[in-house]
Nanobody, 121 residues
Framework: QVQLVESGGGLVQAGGSLRLSCAASGLRFGDYTMSWFRQAPGKEREFVAAVARNSGSTIYSDSVKGRFTMSGDNAKRTVYLQMNSLKPEDTAVYYC??????????????WGQGTQVTVSS
């Protein structure tokens, strides 16, 4: 049973930084992609960033490119989302996601419980 546990959310002023973490357990052998999605009140959940376990390749949404950086520690089975130059429009619940397969902006099967990020103006 795959489990994803996020941490690192909180309240920050515009222009500030936060780092989210997502620790995975129960994984089976094979390549997988870990991603971050976010959902703001009244909006649909949207893709933020993803990293492929084997290659380390990353992709980002246009709205966060250049401000957010996703990385992974395979030994710890943990991924990180470093968020810099945060804007009020980044306020959302951030969800960790995992899918077995190639790097993609579409979500995989497994979701974490979410962590709230609030950016004040």
């Amino acid at each position: 049973q795959v489990q994803l546990v996020e941490s690192g959310g909180g309240l920050v002023q515009a222009g500030g930084s936060l780092r989210l973490s997502c620790a995975a357990s129960g994984l089976r052998f094979g390549d997988y992609t870990m991603s971050w999605f976010r959902q703001a009140p009244g909006k649909e959940r949207e893709f933020v960033a993803a990293v492929a376990r084997n290659s380390g390749s990353t992709i980002y949404s246009d709205s966060v490119k250049g401000r957010f950086t996703m990385s992974g520690d395979n030994a710890k089975r943990t991924v990180y989302l470093q968020m810099n130059s945060l804007k009020p429009e980044d306020t959302a619940v951030y969800y960790c996601n995992l899918g077995y397969g190639l790097l993609d902006t579409k979500p995989g099967y497994y979701w974490g419980q979410g962590t709230q990020v609030t950016v004040s103006s």
